[in-house]
């Protein structure tokens, strides 16, 4: 069993940057693939960015390219989530997920079998 605890939510203004920062437990994390997703309300969860096992695969939705970077720490067991030129439509819950089962360079947008318990982002315009 993963545990996903997620951090550094809050409020920012239009414009602005925030980081997210997700810790992971209960299995080495080096083994698990990880992503971002987020969920606003009234819309289907999205995906942000993905990660492979050891960093060098990344992936993100069109929506954020080149304003959010993600990025792991395996020694401290925690992926991080840079956002940066914030929207008033980056408001969302933002969830952190991982896969036990990918293959080394896999990066996932879908499909993760743990998931955190979501931080609140809202953007100000």
């Known amino acids: 069993q993963v545990q996903l605890v997620e951090s550094g939510g809050g409020l920012a203004q239009a414009g602005g940057s925030l980081r997210l920062s997700c810790a992971a437990s209960?299995?080495?994390?080096?083994?698990?693939?990880m992503g971002w997703f987020r969920q606003s309300p009234g819309k289907e969860r999205e995906f942000v960015a993905g990660?492979?096992?050891?960093?060098?695969?990344?992936k993100y939705g069109d929506s954020v390219k080149g304003r959010f970077t993600i990025s792991r720490d395996n020694a401290k067991s925690t992926v991080y989530l840079q956002m940066s030129s914030l929207k008033p439509e980056d408001t969302a819950v933002y969830y952190c997920?991982?896969?036990?089962?990918?293959?080394?360079?896999?990066?996932?947008?879908?499909?993760?079998?743990?998931w955190g318990q979501g931080t609140q982002v809202t953007v100000s315009s």
């Open positions: 997920a991982a896969d036990q089962n990918a293959y080394k360079n896999d990066v996932l947008s879908g499909g993760y079998d743990y």
């Open positions: 209960g299995r080495t994390f080096s083994s698990l693939a």
């Open positions: 990660i492979s096992r050891s960093g060098g695969y990344i």
